[in-house]
């Protein structure tokens, strides 16, 4: 296999748009073509076609990654089953992993950023990732504000038991995120929560909260097809970009756990960085701020193998979205 990691895509709006899209596109293409791709399906006793485009390549892995690696079938992560693996497809999924750009905390590049978003998740992230942003500042690293971007989705699965063991009172995403950021930097002092929610949440529904440390907020983000699904995390980019003035051309840096790096950039370019012409970063989060003890989430093949679709997918998205603006008809 390739021993140098694949780096995540980056939208850098001090380049020229021509300039910008052709360096994306490429990056997209190394990864979708990389030898540790196509080594990493072969184990499954599928032969990839010769002499394919980049298009192509994305389709076929898109339908291959369908049938071998989704464990989700729509569920939240923490309700995924576990693939049955043999020894040497869980070995090979690993260091494809690594080399892929799951593996490994995944520092800023720059010292200083006009906006931090700390992308929700599941309760480990809501602890752990505002915990990576007080070791980026305490580090150096500027920034004019923090904001933890999240949703009214309900704790469910085992979150309720880690909730309970790490003495988080939280019963949503919004709560959860509340309690990791204040954990995390506990000067903040108490939160007042400005939010449309009259009686029970809905997916239109909508959260601001502030503390006395003006530079930090946590927001709960209204989906875009109340109607259909909860709010996810493009919702929560546009919805935090459409209230924020002056955030084109700004740098923003956005605080994921490494083995999302992936597929949460690419979302972040698509809904973020390209509609509202900023640029676009993430950072994967350390290993000591991922410390929780007994409790610290465990990454295996099959959680690798269920990222490495999801970047297909949201490489897949992204690259159909660049091409079109290299060409002029996006």
Not at 42 to 50: A, Q, R, T, Y
Request: hydrophobic fraction near 40%; charge should be negative; include cysteine.
């Amino acid at each position: 296999m390739e021993m140098e990691s694949l780096q995540s895509p980056q939208w850098d709006t001090d380049l020229e748009l021509p300039e910008r899209c052709a360096h994306l596109l490429g990056g997209l293409e190394a990864w979708i073509k990389s030898p540790t791709l196509r080594e990493l399906s072969s184990g499954w006793d599928n032969e990839l076609p010769s002499n394919m485009t980049a298009t192509e390549l994305f389709d076929w892995y898109d339908e291959f990654s369908a049938r071998h690696w989704d464990r989700r079938g729509g569920r939240e992560r923490n309700e995924a089953s576990s693939a049955e693996l043999t020894p040497v497809q869980a070995e090979t999924a690993v260091e494809a992993a690594e080399v892929l750009g799951l593996v490994g905390p995944c520092r800023p590049k720059r010292s200083e950023y006009d906006f931090m978003l700390i992308l929700g998740g599941l309760i480990r992230g809501c602890m752990t990732r505002p915990r990576y942003a007080r070791e980026l500042v305490h580090s150096g690293i500027k920034v004019r504000s923090i904001t933890a971007l999240g949703g009214f989705r309900p704790l469910r699965g085992d979150e309720l038991a880690l909730a309970e063991a790490m003495n988080v009172t939280a019963r949503n995403e919004f709560q959860a995120m509340i309690a990791g950021l204040k954990g995390a930097f506990p000067d903040l002092g108490q939160e007042r929560i400005e939010t449309s929610v009259v009686g029970e949440e809905s997916n239109s529904d909508w959260a601001i909260a502030s503390f006395d440390d003006g530079d930090q907020t946590v927001i709960a983000a209204p989906s875009r097809e109340p109607t259909e699904r909860r709010a996810n995390t493009a919702d929560t980019f546009a919805w935090w970009a459409g209230r924020v003035s002056e955030a084109r051309g700004k740098h923003v840096l956005l605080i994921t756990n490494p083995i999302y790096v992936p597929y949460q950039s690419a979302v972040a370019i698509e809904n973020l960085g390209i509609p509202f012409d900023v640029t676009v970063e993430m950072a994967g989060i350390s290993a000591s701020a991922a410390d929780l003890g007994a409790d610290t989430q465990p990454f295996g093949p099959s959680n690798y193998l269920q990222e490495i679709r999801s970047a297909i997918r949201g490489y897949r998205s992204l690259y159909d979205v660049v091409a079109r603006l290299a060409d002029g008809t996006g």
